[in-house]
């Protein structure tokens, strides 16, 4: 590839240098079309070239990959679609056909993937210590509900692109024990197999959360407020689903959105992945449509990734950033609801700026609120620390009108690991002690970390995964990264937010105030 692109720029230079010798002799336009097509043909070249050769390497990668198993090839086929969602089709009926998803899920885990994967770790045996139907209380692959009996309101929660409704498990817990009727609703093509993401569009995702909010809806007394929460890709549907609603008053609408990492931005590399179908289709591999295939261990969230949940991702994230730019345009941005959205100020998944330029820039209720969780700024690792992302993101907060409120969780001072909590109100900051400190070796919480709390019994600290016998939170492990099946990643990434019993009275506190009720007191 690199020596046929030299070759097509040396005959582009013997050109130029035949077309300045016959200028004397006339001719000199057709020369100079001639020579600008071959220009433009040599550039049309170089782009097959280089376009072929990605595609090559892709193909090659592709190969070095694990084999794939059943639970990548096959799939429940009963699994919810955006044409499922009729004028009388109910979240009821989305909840039956789940079950019939699970039954058929049940009969592959039963049946043909039975020894497909011996051992242990692997959440499609049984008997293994990764059984999401047995590490805990339930099967939080599920959607579930909680009615509260005297509601204050409804809360809708969406959990990430990959993952389950355990994500956000903790916090639906307080919320009902605060009063409210929720609803973790597993999104479609997720809590099953890695091969339904494959096979799932957006178009599918976004149907289904209209059908849960309406759901939602009728659980609840007419003057109830609804909220509806979202983590990772579920805060994109989130703010998707309020878009919606601002165009559709007979949409159920909103009074509040709580967005946890949200996906409102992702790596524009995203956009490549579209072409999968072509490299496995030319290179008829497979395993061209994954871009990682690893062993599945975690109970609650696929570990392989298919090249499909990129693709649905960027579209999702693209059609939500255009929806807002129309909705800035035509003046609307203050029908748009509340938002409070918490973020780690360094995430390796979403673009944490464009959080900041999409959405919070835009938003016209003073009720709304930024709150970032920085990096441990302790001096002593102040050489080890990799500030770029300051450039993008520093700047964005430095404004004096910045239209909502925005706080910073961070140490109190550069020798400490204890943090505060700064919040800029206006143009005037307060600082609010928290008695909270960063845990040793802890450098940045990450984008799985945030609605996770240290209590949990599989991501959590060691002391609380004890029960279960699985510390994904903790795992320790030295060996060389081409000898495991699992991500190096699972090493590194904190899986847990040791903040976060202060983030979720927070949160209370943010629902209170924008939702004033006797069953729902500020800090409870």
């Known amino acids: 590839m690199v020596l046929c692109s030299i070759l097509a720029i040396v005959l582009l230079v013997m050109e130029w240098d035949r077309f300045v010798h016959t200028l004397p002799g006339g001719g000199g336009n057709f020369q100079a079309a001639r020579i600008l097509i071959l220009v433009f043909v040599n550039f049309l070249f170089t782009i097959v070239l280089v376009t072929i050769g990605l595609l090559y390497l892709w193909g090659r990668l592709a190969k070095s990959l694990p084999e794939l198993h059943g639970w990548h090839l096959q799939r429940p086929k009963s699994e919810f679609t955006a044409s499922d969602a009729t004028d009388n089709y109910t979240f009821d009926d989305y909840l039956k056909q789940e079950e019939k998803v699970f039954d058929e899920l049940n009969a592959l885990i039963t049946g043909p993937w ?38 204050a309101g409804g809360v809708l929660l969406l959990h990430g692109l990959s993952d389950s409704a355990y994500s956000l498990r903790a916090l639906g817990q307080r919320l009902h024990k605060e009063g409210y009727t929720v609803i973790w609703m597993r999104i479609p ?11 799932v569009s957006c178009r599918d995702w976004s149907a289904a959360v209209q059908v849960a909010m309406k759901g939602l809806r009728d659980r609840l007394p007419e003057d109830c407020p609804l909220f509806i929460a979202g983590y990772s890709n579920g805060g994109a549907l989130s703010v998707h689903y309020a878009l919606s609603a601002v165009k ?3 949409l159920p609408q909103l009074k509040g959105l709580l967005l946890f990492s949200p996906m409102l931005g992702i790596n524009p590399m995203a956009r490549i992945t579209r072409l999968y179908h072509t490299v496995a289709l030319v290179s008829r591999n497979l395993k061209a449509q994954w871009s990682n295939i690893d062993a599945e261990v975690d109970p609650f969230k696929f570990s392989s990734w298919p090249m ?18 129309q909705m800035e345009k035509s003046g609307r941005m203050q029908e748009f609801p509340p938002v409070i959205a918490m973020q780690s100020i360094v995430d390796s998944t979403v673009v944490v700026p464009k959080l900041i330029t999409t959405l919070f820039d835009r938003l016209r209720s003073k009720s709304s609120e930024l709150f970032l969780f920085d990096i441990n700024r302790v001096d002593k690792l102040g050489n080890l620390l990799n500030r770029s992302f300051e450039q ?21 001072q550069a020798d400490s690991h204890q943090v505060a909590a700064h919040t800029r109100d206006g143009e005037s900051w307060t600082e609010t002690a928290t008695g909270m400190s ?23 600290t060691r002391e609380a995964t004890a029960d279960t016998g699985l510390s994904l939170g903790t795992v320790s492990m030295r060996a ?10 699972l090493f590194v990434r904190c899986r847990h937010n040791p903040f976060y019993g202060h983030m979720e009275n927070h949160i209370v506190r943010w629902l209170s105030n924008n939702n004033p009720s006797p069953n729902s007191e500020p800090g409870s």
């Open 392 to 412: 993008k993101i520093v700047p964005r907060l430095e404004r004096t009108d910045l239209p909502y409120r925005l706080t910073i969780l961070k140490n109190i």
């Open 189 to 199: 093509g997720h809590g099953t197999c890695p091969g339904a993401l494959a096979n």
């Open 248 to 250: 559709d008053k007979t």
């Open 308 to 325: 499909n949940a990129s693709v649905q991702a960027w579209s999702m994230t693209q059609e939500v950033e255009r929806q807002l730019a």
């Open 438 to 460: 960063w845990p040793q070796e802890t450098i940045s919480l990450s984008h799985i970390a945030v609605p996770i709390p240290p209590e949990d019994p599989v991501y959590g």
């Open 480 to 489: 060389e990264p081409s000898a495991l099946l699992i991500s190096n990643s």
């Open 114 to 151: 039975t020894t497909q994967q011996p051992g242990a770790y692997s959440r499609y045996h049984q008997d293994s210590v990764c059984n999401p139907a047995t590490i805990v209380d339930r099967n939080w692959n599920r959607s579930h509900i909680l009615e509260a009996a005297e509601p």
